[in-house]
C-alpha cells in the first residue's frame, strides 16, 4: 500500500523577542507568507496529508495551521506530539509507529538539524539543510507506519520556498 510521509520544518521564526524561551518563539512575517505558499505548492500537485503532528513550539504548531488552512482540514486532523520538540530520528521512528495504518498521508511538523536527518534516510540525494518552510515528501510502500526503510521509497519531492519553481 503506497503512503505518504511529509517531513516539514517549521517556516522562519522571530528573534525579535529577547529573552523569549524556544518554544514560544513566534513566526516572522516571511514564515507566515512562506507556510502558506507551501501549502498550496504540494495542493496544486494534488499532494494533502490526512493527519498532521506538529511539534508543540509555537513556530512549529504555526506552521502546521496556517498549511492546515490551505489545505481545508478539519481541526481534528492537527495533533500536538510533545516529542517532536526535541526528537532524534529515532523518536520520529517511534512516533510514526503509533499512527494508525488507515492513514496513508502523514504530515510531521518540527525542527533541524533532525528532521533534515531524517529527511536524508529516504533520499538518495541528501540535503546539506532543510531550509525553514521546506518539505520533504516521501512516496513509500509499506502496510503501517512501523519500519520504514529506505527501500521502500516508489518517490520523493523535495521543495522550499526559495527553490525555483
Same mark, same amino acid.
Given at each position: 500500500m503506497e503512503r505518504r510521509l511529509y517531513i516539514i520544518r517549521? %517556516?522562519?521564526?522571530?528573534?525579535? &523577542?529577547?529573552?523569549?524561551?524556544? $518554544?514560544?518563539? =513566534?513566526?516572522?512575517?516571511?514564515? $507566515?507568507?512562506? @507556510? /502558506? +505558499?507551501? @501549502?498550496q505548492r504540494l495542493k496544486d500537485q494534488g499532494l494533502i496529508p490526512q493527519l498532521l503532528l506538529s511539534s508543540p513550539a509555537n513556530?512549529?504548531? *504555526? +506552521? %502546521?495551521?496556517?498549511?492546515?488552512?490551505?489545505? #481545508?482540514? /478539519? =481541526?481534528?486532523?492537527?495533533? $500536538?506530539? #510533545?516529542?517532536?520538540?526535541? %526528537? !532524534? /530520528?529515532?523518536?520520529?521512528?517511534? $512516533?510514526?509507529?503509533v499512527v494508525p495504518d488507515e492513514v496513508k498521508d502523514l504530515a510531521i511538523f518540527g525542527? *533541524? /538539524? +533532525? &528532521? +533534515?536527518?531524517? %529527511? *536524508?534516510? !529516504?533520499?538518495?540525494? =541528501?540535503?546539506? *539543510?532543510?531550509p525553514t518552510a521546506g518539505v520533504v515528501v516521501v512516496s513509500l510502500e509499506s502496510d503501517s507506519w512501523t519500519g520504514l526503510e529506505y527501500d521502500m521509497v516508489t518517490g520523493t519531492l523535495v521543495d522550499y520556498p526559495k527553490r525555483k519553481v
Amino acid at each position: 500500500m503506497e503512503r505518504r510521509l511529509y517531513i516539514i520544518r517549521h %517556516a522562519k521564526s522571530s528573534w525579535e &523577542f529577547e529573552g523569549l524561551a524556544d $518554544i514560544h518563539r =513566534p513566526l516572522a512575517e516571511r514564515g $507566515i507568507r512562506a @507556510a /502558506p +505558499t507551501m @501549502a498550496q505548492r504540494l495542493k496544486d500537485q494534488g499532494l494533502i496529508p490526512q493527519l498532521l503532528l506538529s511539534s508543540p513550539a509555537n513556530r512549529a504548531l *504555526n +506552521t %502546521a495551521r496556517l498549511m492546515s488552512k490551505v489545505w #481545508d482540514l /478539519p =481541526p481534528e486532523a492537527l495533533q $500536538i506530539h #510533545d516529542g517532536l520538540y526535541d %526528537a !532524534y /530520528p529515532g523518536d520520529i521512528d517511534d $512516533i510514526l509507529s503509533v499512527v494508525p495504518d488507515e492513514v496513508k498521508d502523514l504530515a510531521i511538523f518540527g525542527h *533541524n /538539524p +533532525t &528532521f +533534515t536527518s531524517y %529527511a *536524508n534516510r !529516504y533520499l538518495d540525494r =541528501p540535503l546539506d *539543510n532543510l531550509p525553514t518552510a521546506g518539505v520533504v515528501v516521501v512516496s513509500l510502500e509499506s502496510d503501517s507506519w512501523t519500519g520504514l526503510e529506505y527501500d521502500m521509497v516508489t518517490g520523493t519531492l523535495v521543495d522550499y520556498p526559495k527553490r525555483k519553481v
